[in-house]
């Protein structure tokens, strides 16, 4: 078979990058439609995935809304001239290049915020999976597996870290702390906002008593001369076997504090999306005790501090990552299961053990209830 993926930022190349090499492996083609945003390009190539190109995007609102008619015309020819029988992504461009190529396509999504995405996606779109933690029903070709997208490639089955990480950091035995700080330029990041720049160097210099810090910078806003902090300036393939490494992650962005949840790191987590409409995730997730959710900066502050400062709490975070993953799916699994029976997909969801959805008064596009998926 013939499958066109698409990844608009990193974290999709590490969704479906093990996908892609087991479908090859298996004598399948893929073709991964890549935008040039951030590091994405760079972990292509590093994975060694057979990219295209279909366009840019800087980390700013602007450059995305300017590029979106280059990007759709591209991604659609590219789609066209390869004839995919089945196509993956995250939301519209996948969607609508599927209804454009007369393709079907599955979309993988775990994100509520993006309503206005949902809405433009699911009428073209075959299925769409999201973990099961997710607090809206979208459609009646909703199904929903237990995990989290990141499990695509931080399930323990499928997760190898680096055992040199601290000589490529240049550091010893002592503990060390990773902030990440968002760009905030997507198109589900608008009114959002995080740390402030004060609030980031202040937070820094205060963490900078206890361990080593080191920042990731989506923005390059945060200049760290003067200040007691390292670049993060690792290949971006490494960012992984570094915050498995961590004492903590600190973080105003997304994805970085669910996949530090599934190392078994301690995890905070301070922007605008935190409060009573969060996101099923990280509601789960702080439910299990690996993710602080926290909307002031000064509860930031004290609890990083008190995470430093405790003896023995590495092991309660891993203690508690096992119990995690006894429930949790290998989500590239699922995604094999899904490219290569997508006209089955009743079929495979039967294949799914129970699930409970996380609150009885979520929200609903619809009064559909999703399938249950699993490999």
Not at 72 to 91: S, V
Not at 99 to 126: G, I, W, Y
Not at 195 to 210: E, M, V
Not at 338 to 360: F, G, I, K, M
């Amino acid at each position: 078979m013939r499958y066109v993926i698409l990844t608009n930022t990193p974290a999709h190349v590490h969704l479906y990058k093990f996908a892609v090499r087991r479908l090859q492996a298996d004598g399948h083609d893929v073709k991964v439609l890549a935008r040039d945003y951030g590091c994405t390009v760079e972990l292509a190539e590093a994975f060694d995935l057979p990219y295209t190109i279909y366009g840019s995007c800087d980390t700013n609102k602007a450059s995305l809304v300017t590029n979106l008619p280059s990007h759709y015309l591209n991604i659609i020819k590219e789609t066209l001239r390869y004839d995919p029988d089945l196509i993956f992504g995250m939301g519209a461009y996948a969607a609508h290049a599927g209804a454009v190529s007369r393709t079907p396509t599955v979309l993988v999504l775990d994100s509520e915020p993006t309503q206005v995405d949902h809405l433009v996606s699911k009428p073209f779109a075959d299925a769409m999976l999201t973990p099961d933690s997710f607090r809206r029903v979208i459609g009646p070709n909703h199904y929903a597996f237990p995990g989290f997208k990141e499990c695509a490639y931080l399930h323990p089955e499928i997760f190898e870290q680096d055992d040199d990480i601290r000589s490529a950091l240049g550091i010893g035995s002592e503990p060390f702390v990773l902030l990440r700080f968002n760009a905030f330029g997507s198109h589900h990041d608008v009114s959002k906002g995080g740390f402030t720049s004060a609030q980031r160097r202040q937070l820094i210099r205060d963490l900078a008593d206890h361990a080593t810090v080191f920042v990731s910078d989506e923005g390059n806003e945060c200049p760290l001369e003067n200040l007691p902090a390292r670049p993060f300036n690792l290949p971006p393939e490494r960012l992984h076997d570094a915050l498995a490494e961590a004492s903590l992650l600190v973080a105003d962005t997304q994805t970085m504090v669910t996949e530090a949840a599934l190392l078994g790191t301690p995890a905070i987590r301070s922007n605008s999306f935190v409060g009573d409409d969060d996101m099923g995730n990280f509601i789960e997730l702080a439910r299990r005790g690996l993710v602080d959710n926290l909307a002031t900066f000064s509860n930031v502050r004290s609890r990083a501090l008190e995470i430093l400062q405790q003896d023995g709490i590495q092991k309660q975070y891993q203690q508690r990552r096992q119990r995690l993953f006894e429930e949790k799916v290998n989500l590239t699994d699922v995604l094999v299961e899904v490219a290569t029976n997508h006209e089955q997909l009743e079929r495979v969801s039967a294949l799914s053990r129970d699930w409970e959805r996380p609150d009885p008064g979520q929200e609903s596009e619809t009064a559909v209830e999703p399938e249950k998926l699993s490999p």
